[in-house]
């Protein structure tokens, strides 16, 4: 085995909201879930990300979690994600892997190869476990300094509230050389004579090249009459729409502490998301044998749907920036609401089916807000719903235009993970605050529209 694969590394213009944390799945049980997930390409076995995956059981979860996993790992950034194997359940992983106790990890590296390409440590404590993770992450990067002032380089903690930490501090005209990791983010601060130091530029380390050119970030004009930081402008970059100008302002200066607020947000809901995902369902009653059933949506229920869909406002949906169990910052959601009579006559076309699949529990409507339209690239990642009050739920889908099957995840009482479909007039039932559930694989299509129904059991 080998975690040894050649890449070379990048940098990307830092946008405004574009912020987000680390997935982290329960339950993989198969080379396949890793690819269905889209982990991992399904024809050649490369993985599309980094991968870590831990190794676990029933009987020393509390030890794995000890090590910081995977809570500590939640602000490694887009490309990192990671899994956890239960050993004491029928699973192919550690075969694989020819892992047979608690508490080993395995590494793949993004565009490394699942079967070949990997490294596993037996961690004995926190310290360990780190330091092994972020030797393979580890990188040296290239800075030219071909601006005509003195640059100074500092590294920012985007998931924690520590100031930024003073990396290497680069002369004009000289090249130096940064030990950093993928998915740092690092902020470039101008010195000239007489002047106070203005941070001018912001990156985060991605993938493609280890050279790193100044000028590169400027526009042609700027470039060419860039005798003041104030004075550059920001390079467009077709990749990364609405890219603004960071270059000498003090609200662009502004702009890079409500990022980072927003960070501190997303890092404390990313981990509450994880710990909720652990805890709830072993807190929760289990009304059926399996947490969820794919049936039909009633006729009535559906029409009322469909007639709302076609004649409603659709407005941009509000997310709160915290929010990251969505990707609402890149591919915003639309809604049609609803009115009152219409959610009372879906609550009422939906409670008898539910109560009779539920096993003839009392239902109480507590949740119908309207259709959700998901737009293209949008993703979900895997969680429970609210613990009081969304126990008996139903997915509706209403429309959809999509180039592939998009998947719902759903991980049974039994915690076997299962791959989801859905047509227009289908419905999932499902227990919302016991299974964790999701979309975690980017929407390739132009909209998926759903509305969604939720009963507390009285």
Request: glycine content about 6%.
């Amino acid at each position: 085995m080998s975690a040894q694969v050649t890449t070379r590394w990048a940098v990307m213009l830092l946008l405004p909201l574009a912020l987000q944390a680390v997935n982290h799945f329960k339950d993989l049980n198969r080379l396949e879930d890793l690819e269905l997930l889209g982990l991992v390409q399904k024809d050649t076995g490369v993985a599309e990300k980094h991968l870590l995956l831990g190794f676990s059981s029933s009987a020393c979860e509390q030890s794995v979690r000890g090590l910081g996993f995977p809570s500590e790992y939640s602000v490694l950034g887009e490309h990192v994600e990671t899994g956890e194997v239960m050993l004491d359940r029928n699973t192919e992983l550690p075969g694989v892997y020819n892992i047979s106790s608690c508490n080993e990890y395995v590494y793949v590296p993004r565009g490394g190869r699942t079967r070949e390409d990997y490294d596993v440590i037996k961690a004995v404590d926190k310290l360990q476990l780190h330091n092994w993770l972020f030797t393979h992450l580890a990188l040296t990067m290239e800075v030219i300094n071909d601006l005509p002032f003195d640059v100074s380089i500092k590294w920012e903690d985007t998931g924690r509230s520590q100031a930024p930490q003073d990396l290497i501090s680069i002369p004009r005209g000289r090249t130096s050389s940064i030990n950093t990791f993928e998915t740092h983010h690092l902020r470039f601060v101008s010195h000239q004579p007489g002047s106070e130091p203005r941070q001018f530029l912001r990156v985060r380390v991605d993938g493609s090249t280890n050279t790193l050119r100044l000028s590169d970030f400027l526009t042609e004009e700027a470039n060419q009459q860039c005798l003041n930081p104030q004075d550059c402008g920001a390079k467009t970059v077709t990749t990364l729409p609405n890219v603004n100008n960071q270059h000498g302002s003090t609200d662009d200066v502004q702009l890079v502490e409500e990022d980072m607020n927003i960070w501190r947000g997303r890092d404390v809901e990313n981990k509450g998301r994880v710990v909720r995902n652990e805890v709830q369902p072993k807190t929760k009653p289990r009304y059926t044998a399996l947490g969820f059933k794919k049936t039909r949506i009633p006729d009535a229920v559906y029409q009322v749907l469909l007639n709302r869909y076609h004649s409603g406002e659709h407005i941009l949906e509000p997310w709160p920036k915290s929010d990251c169990h969505t990707n609402f910052f890149e591919a915003p959601s639309t809604m049609v609401y609803l009115s009152d009579a219409e959610k009372a006559d879906i609550f009422s076309g939906m409670m008898p089916n539910l109560s009779k699949w539920a096993g003839g529990v009392k239902l109480h409507p507590t949740s119908c807000y309207g259709i959700r339209i998901y737009h293209n690239g949008s993703w979900l990642r895997e969680h429970v719903d609210t613990g009081d009050t969304h126990i008996i739920s139903a997915i509706m889908n209403v429309d959809q235009d999509v180039e592939e099957d998009w998947l719902l995840t759903f991980i049974d009482h039994n915690d076997n993970r299962h791959f989801v479909t859905l047509e227009p007039g289908d419905a999932l039932y499902y227990e919302s605050a016991s299974g964790l559930h999701g979309r975690p694989i980017p929407l390739k299509g132009k909209l998926f529209a759903n509305a969604f129904v939720h009963f507390k059991v009285v």
